[in-house]
């Protein structure tokens, strides 16, 4: 099959967006060698079989980024050649159609709809597998061994094909100026399957592919559960804030490393704590749409130790990183705000083309909705530029001076829309910390969470109890008047009239949110530690009453708070001292609590050595210290 002209103009247009879309993408071998010495030139039959968990955008890279340049035939589903233009500009373009909605049970092409809602590699089907193995058998058949696909021969000695391994990873697969990295782990051959292809067909299918599959686990990243894979991005985020900086050869590594990590069995409570830290802050951050970059600019506490609260941010600090950066960002906007507004247009509706859709799909939409709305700004752009110059050039050197200038204007805009990105997130990350730090609390941290976590607890006279409000409390008016129904649908009595007041009863550590409790503002040791989660940190199911939303100034403020532990257990867990395990069993009894100590103590001897180990290998890998995190130096 052959490659039309499509193939040229999808792939030109492709790298035109998708370059734009990334930062930066490179292309690495698992075992260090070059790719261009891995993967054969043209000439060559090939077959490449890559992960696919991020729609287009995995096409682009292979397409745009693979070795010697050569051009890919890809195998795609038949739904999508459609009769008319669809089907003639892919077959063109020389993609291959697949059926995948065959009846027969054990088709090797049938849809599992499972590629991209698991966190590790799939279970592959035996489609490539088929297609190498028949392909050698019929070069190994005198009658047909010269006979092309399309019934032409060929005078040139056919070759074996051989199975390259490719594996996608991405710094964040969604976002705009993000980063990506193509590994390629060590190509098959078909040749040692051959013998027992001709004999027993399955099963030599079935061992090449279960061979394809080991080498492409390999060079992706794989989590038993999503839990593991979100820490662990968390924490790389942590540790390489800015993915500019970031070591793309071990980008894999690094993930896989660190989900190694969080996944282990034997993790200690306070590892575990951690896992659940950074799951609960990436939460947060996606919930103020926010990015633990944006919020880079802040300072940390100068001592971050787990066990200690940490401070806020003084709003005479953040008052005056707003207002350096709000000066940063001026001084910068002469020089970008012609691109600015000329590709505004561009950026918002990209945006909104990526909301409500799948993960999978927000890059390819965002890609696709701006590389048409790009095509049109510049044809206007040099439409334009040609009617300014056509009365003072000729008609020829304005059409050339115009394209020339529409190129320039946007190189010159990629050239400077990665820091002006950046800055500007920051600001508005920075902005939306002063407000909540400046803005009026209507309640105490106490009573607004006990109002939003279970609202019954809210009222004076629950359960006939009266309790007054601590000094330096502020009211809320309509906080206390709230009248609420008890378990047995009748309202709780007021104050008895002989004016006795009774100590009020403390709640329930499942009344709170994980968050509450991971951040351990309240004491819960008047509770007997029963359930073994709750004593890891697992999140515990409750009652929950009707939650009433949180302001944006106590959500703020909860997501500093979730920052400085997360960034303080982290560094503990990774680079700091030997850590008492045993915190938990102090309020337990001694004879389970020596028992417990016992186990605890094997678990987080082994816990704890395997996340200094991954510290090390951090460093090894290019980690230079920042982030909260102190330098390469041992920590104290």
Request: glycine share 6%; charged share 25%; net charge neutral.
């Amino acid at each position: 099959m052959v490659f039309g002209p499509t193939h040229t103009l999808l792939r030109g247009l492709a790298g035109f967006a998708f370059k734009s879309f990334w930062y930066s993408v490179e292309v690495h071998c698992d075992d260090g060698r070059r790719p261009e010495d891995v993967v054969p030139d043209e000439g060559t039959p090939m077959i490449v079989v890559a992960n696919h968990w991020n729609s287009a955008a995995d096409v682009a890279v292979l397409s745009i980024y693979f070795p010697h340049y050569r051009k890919l035939h890809y195998w795609a589903k038949s739904t999508l050649f459609a009769p008319g233009l669809p089907k003639k500009i892919l077959l063109d373009a020389g993609n291959i159609p697949v059926d995948r909605k065959t009846k027969a049970k054990f088709h090797p092409l049938t849809s599992s709809f499972d590629s991209y809602t698991v966190p590790n590699l799939p279970v592959l089907k035996d489609g490539a597998s088929w297609a190498a193995l028949e392909y050698a058998k019929n070069i190994r058949d005198p009658m047909h061994r010269r006979t092309l696909s399309d019934g032409t021969f060929t005078d040139s000695e056919p070759q074996d094909v051989i199975i390259c391994i490719a594996g996608i990873a991405y710094s964040d697969k969604t976002k705009y100026r993000s980063c990506a990295v193509m590994e390629f782990g060590t190509t098959i051959s078909v040749e040692p399957y051959v013998d027992e292809f001709l004999i027993e067909p399955r099963s030599a299918v079935k061992k090449l592919t279960q061979r394809i599959h080991d080498e492409l686990v390999k060079v992706t990243v794989n989590a038993p559960d999503w839990d593991s894979r979100h820490a662990a991005t968390m924490a790389r985020k942590i540790l390489w804030p800015d993915d500019r900086k970031m070591p793309l050869r071990h980008l894999r590594e690094i993930d896989q490393t660190l989900i190694d990590l969080f996944s282990s069995p034997d993790l200690s409570p306070s590892h575990l704590r951690l896992k659940r830290l950074l799951i609960v802050y990436r939460d947060a951050l996606n919930s103020n749409s926010l990015s633990h970059l944006s919020l880079s600019s802040l300072p940390l506490p100068a001592t971050l130790d787990p066990s200690v609260p940490h401070p806020f941010p003084t709003r005479a600090r953040v008052l005056g990183s707003v207002l350096l950066s709000t000066l940063s960002c001026l001084l910068r906007l002469p020089f970008f705000l012609l691109p600015l507004l000329v590709h505004l247009p561009i950026y918002l509706f990209s945006r909104y083309a990526s909301s409500g859709a799948l993960e999978e799909d927000q890059a390819q939409n965002k890609v696709f909705v701006g590389l048409v709305f790009a095509l049109g700004t510049y044809a206007a752009f040099f439409g334009v530029a040609c009617a300014l110059l056509w009365v003072s050039l000729p008609y020829g050197g304005a059409i050339l001076v115009a394209a020339a200038g529409t190129i320039a204007f946007v190189a010159y805009h990629n050239r400077l829309v990665d820091d002006n990105y950046r800055k500007f997130q920051r600001l508005l990350a920075l902005w939306r910390v002063l407000i909540g730090l400046w803005s009026p609390i209507a309640h105490s941290e106490a009573s607004q969470l006990l109002h939003s976590v279970h609202p019954r607890l809210s009222s004076s006279y629950f359960d006939g109890h009266h309790t007054e409000a601590t000094d330096g409390e502020e009211s809320d008016p309509g906080f206390l008047s709230n009248s609420f129904s008890s378990a047995n649908g009748t309202t709780p009595a007021g104050p008895r009239s002989g004016g006795r007041r009774s100590r009020v009863a403390l709640p329930s550590p499942a009344l709170f949110s994980e968050e509450d409790r991971l951040l351990g503002g309240f004491d819960f040791s008047h509770h007997h530690l029963e359930d073994e989660a709750l004593a890891d940190g697992d999140s515990l199911p409750g009652p929950r009453g009707p939650q009433r939303r949180r302001s944006r100034a106590r959500e703020v403020r909860r997501l500093l708070s979730l920052r400085s532990v997360a960034v303080a257990a982290l560094r503990e867990a990774l680079f700091g001292e030997e850590e008492d395990e045993f915190g938990d069993f102090e309020r337990l009894p001694e004879t389970l609590a020596e028992s417990s100590r016992s186990g605890a103590a094997r678990t987080g001897d082994e816990s704890g050595r395997k996340a200094r180990e991954v510290g090390e290998r951090m460093r090894e890998w290019g980690w230079v210290g920042g982030a909260g995190l102190g330098g390469p130096a041992k920590l104290t």
